[in-house]
């Protein structure tokens, strides 16, 4: 808090003599900015004559009212009670600090000291500007991309940290991948306790992992059905199923399409390497291969589902 009466215009004398202006105050910064729910502070300093002894010092917000450009002290206003910080003395230090800034309280800032003979304020202000909150733009995007995360805002900010799913992220700029999807948030390195709305960062791709489980299947001659998974995004919405039955898989036979391929009667004929392959608009690959080999009915006594995960 600072210390000075009370005094809602600047034509009241805090003092007995002289309110006299000029080169006794400097502002370090004239024009500080700030994000919404974040701290400024403003650096000032303030010098007198050897003679004087300083009393009294008070911080003021300029506003219009009636017409009038008055100077209302901060302890005069209610919506700085317990956010303003007088961080100065009665010497020559007279900074401020304002804490959990809102949007209102963008404006013009005046400093005013009293000795025992005269009362001075400074001449100019400070202009304070507080943004709404920082903010991050990220679009729809391909795996493999660039991606560089920027806080934007009208203020020119320091260093900036950022968040993922609540966890810090190492480094600002990345090359896209699957796992890098979520929601993005940021904030000025310092005030962590102030962040950003969450933007969500939406990574298309293939995202085709393969993973086969078990090796060479013995199928009964009852049945089987191979199931085809993708964790592609966006979802795959063609699935199309091959069957190789060389040693490469340079010749591949299409034998069906769906997520599902129904083998209901298992022959010799189906003997093979099975594949599919699951596409999104992005495109798509073929899994690895489920080997079937058919057993004779008398030594299956089951039927048997198989999955290959694309």
């Not at 209302?72 to 800034?101: F, K, M, Q, T, W």
């Not at 993922?164 to 890098?180: C, I, M, N, Y």
């Not at 091959?242 to 009667?265: A, D, E, I, W």
Request: net charge negative.
């Amino acid at each position: 808090t600072t210390h000075a009466k009370n005094n809602n215009h600047t034509s009241h004398d805090l003092s007995a003599g002289t309110v006299r202006a000029g080169r006794y105050v400097t502002f370090e910064n004239i024009n500080p900015c700030a994000s919404n729910g974040s701290s400024v502070a403003f650096g000032c300093s303030y010098d007198y004559t050897a003679e004087e002894t300083v009393q009294r010092t008070a911080w003021y917000k300029g506003e219009l009212r009636n017409g009038l450009w008055t100077r209302v002290a901060l302890s005069d206003l209610p919506s700085y009670r317990n956010r303003s910080e007088y961080l100065g003395d009665l010497r020559h230090d007279c900074g401020l600090a304002i804490h959990d800034l809102q949007v209102n309280d963008t404006g013009h800032y005046y400093f005013r000291f009293d000795t025992e003979t005269y009362g001075r304020r400074s001449k100019g202000s400070v202009y304070l500007t507080v943004t709404g909150r920082v903010i991050v733009h990220v679009s729809v995007i391909e795996s493999g991309d660039h991606v560089t995360l920027t806080c934007m805002t009208p203020c020119q900010l320091p260093s900036t940290v950022w968040f993922k799913d609540g966890l810090p992220v190492a480094k600002s700029e990345f090359q896209a991948r699957a796992e890098d999807a979520g929601n993005y948030l940021c904030a000025v390195k310092g005030q962590e306790s102030v962040l950003s709305d969450p933007v969500a960062l939406d990574v298309q791709c293939e995202c085709v992992y393969y993973d086969v489980v078990g090796g060479e299947t013995l199928i009964s001659v009852i049945g089987v059905n191979l199931t085809c998974s993708s964790a592609a995004n966006p979802a795959a919405d063609r699935y199309t199923w091959y069957r190789s039955t060389g040693s490469s898989l340079s010749s591949l036979l299409q034998v069906g399409s769906g997520p599902v391929l129904s083998l209901p009667s298992v022959e010799a004929s189906h003997t093979g390497l099975y594949l599919c392959q699951a596409s999104n608009p992005l495109g798509g690959n073929h899994s690895t291969g489920a080997p079937l080999l058919p057993v004779d009915e008398t030594d299956s006594e089951y039927e048997e589902d198989n999955y290959v995960d694309v």
